[in-house]
């Protein structure tokens, strides 16, 4: 089955204390990306990657690290969380660009950071 | 000005009810506009798009893009409480790298 999974889906966890999503996709696609879902924000881009090696950033950068050493994987990193950072996080990955008509969503990680 | 804005709601309705949800953007060089919806608890899944002005129409479901006005629009037809859920609009063009999503309207369709 095409899909995005991201790990973990729920985390708890205190300010100061690093830690990474998981984010892996199974179609072959060369650009993913993270964002956060926050109420009345909407969706915003933090980063994203065009292909292996290849990051940039997206609206919302400060406070997280990306990288992309195998296609299939596009791990995000909070090196020290803040309670700021409490958001839903989603990964995605479209077959060739960001601008792509759609995007395939995983199922999304609820970070709270105390 | 946000590049595209859209009516957080909630929108409650009852079943059967027609639902119009909209957005409006600011840039006219944006070609295609997409309609993503999200269930509770899930990631945003592609429901429909359209490349530049006109209606597409899926079952129920009718995007419709007025670029005059820089509005777009998704009508629900006899809708169901398992439309239920909350409807992103996106835009981008050709030459960009990423989707522009609007915040989303919640709706609810009871029974």
């Known amino acids: 089955e095409a899909q995005v999974t991201q790990n973990p889906r729920y985390l708890i966890t205190v300010t100061g204390k690093k830690l990474t999503v998981t984010c892996s996709q199974n179609?072959?696609?060369?650009?993913m990306s993270w964002y956060r879902q926050d109420p009345g924000l909407g969706l915003r881009q933090i980063y994203y990657?065009?292909?292996?090696?290849?990051?940039d950033k997206g609206d919302v950068p400060e406070g997280y690290k990306v990288s992309r050493k195998e296609k299939r994987n596009f791990p995000l990193i909070l090196e020290s969380p803040s309670p700021n950072q409490t958001s839903l996080y989603f990964c995605?990955?479209?077959?060739?660009?960001?601008?792509?008509?759609?995007?395939?969503f995983g199922p999304g990680t609820r970070l709270t950071v105390l | 000005q946000k590049e595209v804005e859209q009516d957080p709601g909630p929108l409650s309705v009852p079943e059967g009810a027609i639902v119009s949800l909209n957005c409006t953007y600011s840039?006219?060089?944006?070609?295609?506009f997409m309609w993503y919806r999200q269930y509770s608890r899930k990631g945003p899944e592609l429901l429909m798009y359209?490349?530049?002005?006109g209606n597409k129409e899926d079952g129920r479901f009718t995007a419709q893009v007025d670029k005059s006005s820089k509005y777009i629009s998704l009508f629900i037809r006899d809708s169901q409480p398992s439309d239920s859920a909350t409807y992103l609009c996106?835009?981008?063009?050709?030459?960009?790298?990423?989707?522009?999503f609007g915040t989303g309207t919640r709706l609810q369709v009871f029974p």
């Open positions: 359209t490349y530049s002005s």
């Open positions: 995605a990955s479209s077959i060739s660009s960001g601008g792509s008509i759609e995007q395939f």
């Open positions: 990657s065009m292909n292996v090696e290849v990051t």
């Open positions: 179609m072959n696609h060369e650009y």
């Open positions: 996106a835009i981008s063009s050709y030459n960009t790298d990423k989707l522009i």
């Open positions: 840039n006219s060089a944006f070609q295609y």
